[in-house]
């Protein structure tokens, strides 16, 4: 069991692990050893996970998240399968965290008096100046 919040806890069940060939430093050990790790975490059908929560998941997660909702997050910034493992582990843990915490609602407001007198005296002082780039007409036309 994987504790995100007091109230949000993923089983290890509903996470899948598949290790792979990495890429990078290594030498000879990247050919033989699968060290990286390829996290997969059903997002939009985990049953643990509260509805907003899951919906904000899948916001937040963008171009990880395949069209049926599978979270697929690859780690291969370490040498050693364990260390691999942990990072991807974390990572998931790290956006479900992001996901728990419900954006701050927006309230109306309006410009106030002074924001709108420095928005004219600017939009008159570029007129002035556009103005002033035109060329002159002559009083004998």
Do not use: C, W
């Amino acid at each position: 069991m994987i504790r995100i919040t007091p109230r949000i806890s993923v089983p290890e069940s509903e996470i899948r692990l598949e290790f792979v060939r990495s890429s990078g430093p290594g030498g000879q050990n990247v050919n033989k050893v699968a060290t990286a790790v390829e996290l997969r975490f059903d997002a939009a059908n985990s049953p643990s996970l509260p509805p907003e929560v899951r919906s904000r998941l899948i916001k937040i997660a963008g171009r990880r998240v395949t069209s049926e909702g599978v979270l697929i997050i690859e780690a291969r910034r370490f040498r050693t399968q364990e260390k691999n493992r942990g990072d991807a582990i974390d990572r998931l843990t790290v956006l479900i965290m992001k996901a728990a915490v419900e954006p701050a609602k927006r309230r109306k407001t309006r410009p106030t008096f002074q924001s709108k007198e420095e928005r004219i005296k600017r939009k008159k002082r570029r007129s002035r100046i556009k103005e002033l780039r035109k060329p002159l007409s002559s009083a004998a036309d």
